[in-house]
């Protein structure tokens, strides 16, 4: 069968080890001009409306956000004093024997 298919295709079918040689037609370049693909006026139209209508939906949110939110609280301001804290002491230490009873 494979020789059959070789004789009617004409090409070799013996295989061995290693990467297969590449057909001579194949192996060819052929240089291909790419060709700059343009965007109608119809469809560069739709896209920007689209984009504008984002846009509208992005104002109107942040714009019902802005409403909603409650104004942030104002901070008190602390006045400065001229008298200056004393610096406090910290507590004794008692003593673990019998706590110390205040009527």
Known sequence: MQQAKAILT???VRKG????KAIKAASKLVSIEATKRVM???GKSKIAL???ARWA???????????TEPAPPVKAVKTTTAVKATKATPPRKESKKAPAVKS
């Open 10 to 12: 004409s090409t070799d």
């Open 17 to 20: 080890p290693g990467r297969p």
């Open 40 to 42: 109608s006026a119809e």
């Open 50 to 52: 689209a984009q504008k």
């Open 57 to 67: 939906k992005v104002r109107k949110a942040a714009k019902k956000a802005a409403n």
